[in-house]
T-cell receptor, first 112, second 114 residues
Framework: QQKVQQSPESLIVPEGGMASLNCTSSDRNVDYFWWYRQHSGKSPKMLMSIFSNGEKEEGRFTVHLNKASLHTSLHIRDSQPSDSALYLCAATASGGNYKPTFGKGTSLVVHP | NSKVIQTPRYLVKGQGQKAKMRCIPEKGHPVVFWYQQNKNNEFKFLINFQNQEVLQQIDMTEKRFSAECPSNSPCSLEIQSSEAGDSALYLC????????????FGPGTRLLVL
């Protein structure tokens, strides 16, 4: 059973719009969350990480974490066509041999 | 930018053949991971190492897959007898070795088993 669920599977937003992506872990031992971005034909690159309850903002990207519900969300404002990519959520549990569990990803398309 | 090096970038094998790929982790990163990403973009963890020691691996890895990270040599992942279902992107990642550390991915080896 997939322990990290991402939604939606795919998302289309207009250029300049807001994209909101969700991720929930079913593993109560999870402490750390990451968002990776993978452009087509490329390898994943870490976008943002969040380990504490609350919100973290970096430029156009904001990530939220609710540790009680093990839910994190990524919001991209003023979306650009270059943001079109697969967004992967990963979660790691303390003492888990450093092994993150990845979700299946959300495929984002930003159309001009 | 990631400094994880993976070779070769592309690998084509016939069914039953061995397929071997290599990874040089980023300098100072003792933890190395191997993942398989299939055509549906699903990630499957295969194995990870801390220095030369295996931390964790899945059952699939134990049967046809073998991996090692010898000191002073590239890490490697080898499929003993390739199957069509092994066609995928094999990603190597490294990290500094705590649960809070980011993984840095190499460009991947794309394996096609004919």
């Amino acid at each position: 059973q997939q322990k990290v669920q991402q939604s939606p599977e795919s998302l289309i937003v207009p250029e300049g719009g807001m994209a909101s992506l969700n991720c929930t872990s079913s593993d109560r031992n999870v402490d750390y969350f990451w968002w990776y971005r993978q452009h087509s034909g490329k390898s994943p690159k870490m976008l943002m990480s969040i380990f504490s309850n609350g919100e973290k903002e970096e430029g156009r990207f904001t990530v939220h974490l609710n540790k009680a519900s093990l839910h994190t969300s990524l919001h991209i404002r003023d979306s650009q066509p270059s943001d079109s990519a697969l967004y992967l959520c990963a979660a790691t549990a303390s003492g888990g041999n450093y092994k993150p569990t990845f979700g299946k990803g959300t495929s984002l398309v930003v159309h001009p | 930018n990631s400094k994880v090096i993976q070779t070769p970038r592309y690998l084509v094998k016939g069914q039953g053949q061995k397929a071997k790929m290599r990874c040089i982790p980023e300098k100072g990163h003792p933890v190395v991971f191997w993942y398989q990403q299939n055509k549906n973009n699903e990630f499957k963890f295969l194995i990870n190492f801390q220095n030369q020691e295996v931390l964790q691996q899945i059952d699939m890895t134990e049967k046809r897959f073998s991996a090692e990270c010898p000191s002073n040599s590239p890490c490697s992942l080898e499929i003993q007898s390739s199957e069509a279902g092994d066609s995928a992107l094999y990603l190597c990642a490294s990290s500094r070795g705590t649960n809070q550390d980011t993984q840095y991915f190499g460009p991947g080896t794309r394996l096609l088993v004919l």
